[in-house]
């Protein structure tokens, strides 16, 4: 079933779904601010032109809901408001991190129970959904926000692929055998999607087949894999936001795995592979990237992975 046909009638909405919203008088003051601003400029975009509306979106994991660092939860909500970021798609949470971050900063959030991932956002939701298939262990959410369906997803983090490759030395057949989990995920959630404009976000914990690559195996292990599930999700359509806009995985590789972790213990101190593991991913629309990079790191950084933060015109 298509996203256009399942989300055609009135949405089922999430019971831990809110808007925590600022006063009345405050409401008409930016309404107010925001007539005079329109009727000074022409209208939403630059001279008038409503295609420059924007939605910028954000994927974190908050290394379990930021428990693992003091203040965890004050950390992360200082760093999604110094991002600027419209939508946060997070990982490694839960409905009471969501639903604290999300009151700190006036948002709404959308939860679903039985998953670790949810969404906030400072523009308002239209609906929400979610999904969960118990044969592959897939699990998302989804919320309709300026008419496109932003979804947080968080794919099975067990036999991580660059360890076969960089530690244990494993043949392609292997490799390709262990991510058959994350590949049935990524499968169920790509067609649970749909055809309608869509962000997929999210810690897919396997690198990206587009890095992977023959020009670059010299940094990865020697190695040349076409990781599947992020394949699995270009088959379907969805085009990667940050290698869009950098094309070069060798100039400019995106790593998000790992401000923090830099050395494997379980593996004699190795080095520990760093790579581009979160994913901004789009498809359909006129949904069109113009920025994206990672963010975060340094001694305020709440998440042993970086974010990835992606502005699109709508």
Known sequence: MSKSEKHSDAP??????????????????????????????????????????SLKVMSLNTWHGGAKVSDGVNKITS???????DVVALQESSSSVAEEIAGKLGWEYHT?????????????????????????????????????????????????????AC?????????YADEASRKAQAQDIAEWTGSAPAIVAGDFNTPSHLDWTKATKAEHCDSE?????????????YEDSYRELHPSPGQAPGNTWSPVTKKNSDY???????????????????????????????????????????????
């Open 167 to 175: 530690f244990d030395k494993d043949s392609y057949e292997k490799i």
């Open 268 to 314: 004699g101190n190795q080095q520990e592979p760093q790579d581009r593991i979160d994913f901004i991913l789009h498809r359909g629309g006129s949904l069109k990237p113009t920025t994206s990079d990672t963010f975060g790191g340094g001694s305020d950084w709440p998440s042993d992975h970086l974010a990835v933060l992606t502005t699109f015109q709508l």
């Open 112 to 164: 679903a129970s039985g998953t670790d991932v949810d969404l906030i956002s400072k523009k308002p939701f239209e609906k929400t959904d979610s999904f969960s298939k118990e044969s592959s262990g897939a699990k998302a959410i989804a919320a309709k926000i300026e008419g496109v369906w932003v979804y947080s997803i968080h794919l099975d983090y067990t036999k991580y692929g660059p360890y076969n």
């Open 79 to 85: 760093q999604i408001k110094a991002s600027d970021a």
């Open 12 to 53: 089922h909405k999430s019971r831990n779904m809110r808007r925590l919203a600022f006063g009345l008088t405050g409401g008409v003051a930016a309404l107010a601010v925001a007539a005079t601003a329109m009727a000074s400029t022409g209208g939403a975009g630059t001279d008038g032109d409503a295609s420059a509306r």
């Open 225 to 237: 894999v076409e990781w599947p599930a992020t394949k699995t999700f270009a088959d379907k359509g």
